[in-house]
């Protein structure tokens, strides 16, 4: 039984996932957000003492009193080390933003009272070194004290350092192996003598210049220093490092969801002899050379750009653009009498509904004559669909039409067999007319509506149907009597417009021969 528990635990240990591994507050000697202070926010009272005055500013977010500036001619912050800086294992985070492409300290470490070359133990942080471009991290290490050298290492990234861009840069040192990330990216991993570091030298360390014979002052802001008293892992310096640096590039005017015909503005900050090259879906946005980008349409949106060389990408922005619901409603009758039911139903699916009776469902049930219409929301694209009116459906006459007289009112000679459609609508004015239309004694429409869009009836005539009688039925007298509507159709490439009467007492007839 015990070794079934050992070995579950054994399992558990070797499977946990990898963020076990991670804890930001282990050996962590100095914690330094900038939040409206320099304090240390550790626990370690390790608090920055100003000098020559550097002042809070924005961070990488645009957030106001979250990051420091300095301002290139001497401002910088002091921390006295107690001896927490002075171990012989340690990593530095640290985010940074510079206007200058001059050689400038981010961190420095050493007895600043000594003059160059003397200053025993010692650690640099630097960006423009001009024989080595880029990030910089020297580390001069010792045995016993802190005047002593035993060896040192010296690691850079090789590249180039933009004006104007956030960066984040992680040092780790093991005492085996000297690291230098960039970015989240490991840009050097050098093999270092078995030397003790920074062990025993317990002197101040700055932020933002080195010592007073080779100032190197930093000119930009700095935000988000940690100092461990060992080496991060992997898990660790990925979490750290996360590249939103990229995101602060681009400001986002508006929401990058939004309806159809709406508009987002991308935009990055305005810089001289700089190209903006703006990518769509991965393809060039050729005409769009300016720092922002209106768009319209959905996909997936960058920004790259060139500075004299140093080029950036900004992070990928996707955007989505909603359609608007379709305002078509609809319906299976415009007519109701007493104890009907008449069904409305918005067209489109998968919506949100709100009708003017209040009710929220996609299908109205009618029972009463009115003018009802309907909003209809698309994840937040809301559009209101015509009125439909739903009128008193009027007594069927009393007459039926089967005894009714048959008057012929019209003939028409046809010399093909193509197919006539026949378009009956109100004649001048809408007052409640309902036909019904027969073709050969067929019933083609069964009391409709007459309106001013067409009721449409389609003729087709051929050999063996070489006649076909349109019968046109009164339902109703409307509220003018009588019954009159107007067919418009095409016969033989000329339009033939015929005025139709029809009453309780007579069936109007049309007869359409073929030649």
Same mark, same amino acid.
């Given at each position: 039984?015990?070794?079934?528990?050992?070995?579950?635990?054994?399992?558990?240990?070797?499977?946990?996932?990898?963020?076990?591994?991670?804890?930001?507050?282990?050996?962590?000697?100095?914690?330094?957000?900038?939040?409206? +202070?320099?304090?240390?926010?550790?626990?370690?009272?390790?608090?920055?003492?100003?000098?020559?005055?550097?002042?809070?500013?924005?961070?990488?977010?645009?957030?106001?009193?979250?990051?420091?500036?300095?301002?290139?001619?001497?401002?910088?912050?002091?921390?006295?080390?107690?001896?927490?800086?002075?171990?012989?294992?340690?990593?530095?985070?640290?985010?940074?933003?510079?206007?200058?492409?001059?050689?400038?300290?981010?961190?420095?470490?050493?007895?600043?009272?000594?003059? %160059?070359?003397?200053?025993?133990?010692?650690?640099?942080?630097?960006? #423009?070194?001009?024989?080595?471009?880029?990030?910089?991290?020297? @580390? @001069?290490?010792?045995?016993?004290?802190? #005047?002593?050298?035993?060896?040192?290492?010296?690691?850079?990234?090789?590249?180039?350092? &933009?004006? %104007?861009?956030?960066?984040?840069?992680?040092?780790?040192?093991?005492?085996?192996?000297?690291?230098?990330?960039?970015?989240?990216?490991?840009?050097?991993?050098?093999?270092?003598?078995?030397?003790?570091?920074?062990?025993?030298?317990?002197? !101040?360390?700055?932020?933002?210049?080195?010592?007073?014979?080779?100032?190197? +002052?930093?000119?930009? *802001?700095?935000?988000?220093?940690?100092?461990? #008293?060992?080496?991060?892992?992997?898990?660790?310096?990925?979490?750290?490092?996360?590249?939103?640096? !990229?995101?602060?590039?681009?400001?986002?005017?508006? +929401?990058?969801?939004?309806? !159809?015909?709406?508009?987002?503005?991308?935009?990055?900050?305005?810089?001289?002899? $700089?190209?903006?090259?703006?990518?769509?879906?991965?393809?060039?946005?050729?005409?769009?050379?300016?720092?922002?980008?209106?768009?319209?349409?959905?996909?997936?949106?960058?920004?790259?750009?060139?500075?004299?060389?140093?080029?950036?990408?900004?992070?990928?922005?996707?955007?989505? @653009?909603?359609?608007?619901?379709?305002?078509?409603?609809?319906?299976?009758?415009?007519?109701? *009498?007493?104890?009907?039911?008449?069904?409305?139903? %918005?067209?489109?699916?998968?919506?949100?509904?709100?009708? +003017?009776?209040?009710? $929220?469902?996609?299908?109205?049930? /009618?029972?009463?004559?009115?003018?009802?219409?309907?909003?209809?929301?698309?994840?937040? &694209?809301?559009?209101?669909?015509? $009125?439909?009116?739903?009128?008193?459906?009027?007594?069927?006459?009393?007459?039926?039409?089967?005894?009714?007289?048959?008057?012929?009112?019209?003939?028409?000679?046809?010399?093909?067999?193509?197919?006539?459609?026949?378009?009956?609508?109100?004649?001048?004015?809408?007052?409640?007319?309902?036909?019904? /239309?027969?073709?050969?004694?067929?019933?083609?429409?069964?009391?409709?509506?007459?309106?001013?869009?067409?009721?449409?009836?389609?003729?087709?005539?051929?050999?063996?149907?070489?006649?076909?009688?349109?019968?046109?039925? %009164?339902?109703?007298?409307?509220?003018?009597?009588?019954?009159?509507?107007?067919?418009?159709?095409?016969?033989?490439?000329?339009?033939?417009?015929?005025?139709?009467?029809?009453?309780?007492?007579?069936?109007?007839?049309?007869?359409?021969?073929?030649?």
């Amino acid at each position: 039984m015990k070794s079934i528990i050992l070995f579950i635990v054994l399992l558990f240990f070797f499977l946990k996932p990898s963020y076990a591994q991670i804890n930001l507050k282990s050996g962590l000697v100095a914690y330094y957000p900038f939040n409206g +202070n320099a304090n240390d926010e550790s626990g370690n009272n390790n608090h920055c003492e100003p000098v020559n005055n550097p002042v809070l500013t924005t961070d990488r977010y645009n957030v106001p009193n979250a990051a420091y500036s300095f301002n290139g001619k001497g401002s910088h912050f002091r921390i006295k080390d107690k001896g927490d800086f002075s171990s012989p294992r340690f990593s530095i985070v640290l985010w940074f933003y510079t206007q200058s492409k001059e050689l400038q300290s981010l961190v420095g470490k050493r007895d600043f009272a000594k003059s %160059a070359g003397t200053g025993g133990s010692q650690y640099q942080m630097f960006i #423009n070194y001009a024989p080595y471009p880029g990030v910089g991290s020297n @580390v @001069v290490g010792n045995n016993s004290t802190c #005047n002593s050298i035993t060896s040192s290492s010296y690691i850079n990234t090789r590249d180039q350092i &933009c004006n %104007a861009s956030w960066y984040c840069v992680i040092v780790t040192y093991d005492g085996k192996r000297h690291k230098l990330f960039l970015n989240g990216e490991l840009k050097r991993d050098e093999k270092t003598a078995d030397f003790n570091s920074l062990l025993q030298c317990d002197k !101040e360390v700055r932020i933002g210049n080195w010592w007073k014979l080779d100032m190197q +002052n930093f000119n930009g *802001k700095i935000d988000d220093i940690r100092w461990y #008293n060992r080496a991060l892992n992997n898990d660790e310096i990925a979490k750290l490092s996360t590249a939103d640096f !990229e995101e602060s590039a681009l400001k986002i005017k508006g +929401n990058t969801t939004f309806c !159809e015909g709406d508009s987002v503005v991308l935009e990055a900050p305005k810089a001289n002899n $700089t190209d903006y090259n703006w990518y769509h879906n991965n393809t060039a946005v050729e005409k769009e050379k300016s720092n922002f980008l209106v768009v319209k349409k959905p996909g997936a949106y960058q920004l790259k750009t060139n500075s004299k060389g140093c080029k950036q990408n900004s992070k990928i922005i996707p955007v989505t @653009v909603i359609k608007y619901p379709s305002r078509e409603v609809m319906f299976s009758s415009t007519l109701i *009498k007493k104890g009907d039911t008449v069904i409305l139903k %918005a067209k489109e699916d998968n919506a949100t509904y709100l009708w +003017n009776d209040k009710s $929220t469902q996609q299908q109205l049930l /009618v029972q009463t004559p009115g003018d009802y219409f309907v909003k209809i929301d698309n994840k937040g &694209c809301a559009v209101q669909s015509d $009125t439909i009116t739903i009128k008193q459906k009027a007594d069927i006459l009393p007459v039926p039409f089967t005894k009714r007289n048959n008057e012929l009112i019209k003939s028409f000679e046809v010399t093909d067999t193509a197919l006539i459609v026949l378009n009956f609508h109100d004649y001048r004015q809408e007052d409640g007319d309902i036909i019904s /239309v027969y073709v050969n004694e067929v019933e083609i429409l069964k009391e409709q509506l007459l309106s001013k869009k067409p009721l449409q009836v389609p003729v087709k005539l051929s050999s063996k149907t070489p006649v076909a009688e349109v019968k046109i039925v %009164a339902e109703n007298l409307g509220r003018i009597p009588p019954n009159t509507a107007m067919m418009e159709t095409v016969i033989n490439g000329k339009k033939q417009v015929v005025q139709i009467v029809s009453s309780g007492q007579k069936n109007a007839i049309i007869r359409i021969k073929l030649k």
